[in-house]
């Protein structure tokens, strides 16, 4: 499959080439990295509508439920692993069955790396591990696929246009003001057209 790759250093990419996930794989693994690591959504909550334990610990109807989606994603590392065993004996049958994701090494779960998205062979992976800004199941949110193919777009289409050079490590933070979504204390790049650069 990644042998029939389109060749687009000499054109744009078409919309068509964009917004298929497995053209350009290292387009994919950028947009899963940009919102694994900006948390875009700190949490989401839901509301018990039956008496439940959740993990040994009984939670009665009525009760909100806060799930913290955006630090799992995005630190839930191989370090887990002993805490979330740990917990397997109070899981729910139905959670045992087996972990659909993996766990990001501590080494650099930290850090922005797009290629712990990517295979062997270069394809894409979207269950390399966490990943939930949308959060998951059938109560997800329903205009994920509207969202990251407008990132895509975006990205890919400003990626054609211009490089983005580093900033100053002063203007380069995660630091970020959570509310229903997290908004970032400042946002700057160095964009610099192609024909410019050295």
Known sequence: MLNNLPVINTRPPTYAEISDETNLPYLSAVIYEILRCSRTAAAVDRDTTCDTTLLGYPIPKGTRVLM????????????????????HS???????????????????????KPERWLRQDGSFNATAGPWLPFSYGFRGCFGQKLALLQLRLFVAMTQVNVFFDAIPEELNTWESHET?????????????PWDQLN
């Open 68 to 87: 913290p989606i955006g630090m799992v994603q995005q630190l839930e590392s191989n370090g887990s692993k002993d805490v979330t065993d740990g917990l």
């Open 90 to 112: 109070v899981r729910s049958v139905s959670s045992q069955r087996g972990r659909k994701t993996g766990y990001w090494s501590e080494s650099d779960v930290h850090l922005f």
């Open 180 to 192: 229903v979504t997290n908004h970032p204390v400042q946002c700057y790049v160095k964009p610099v």
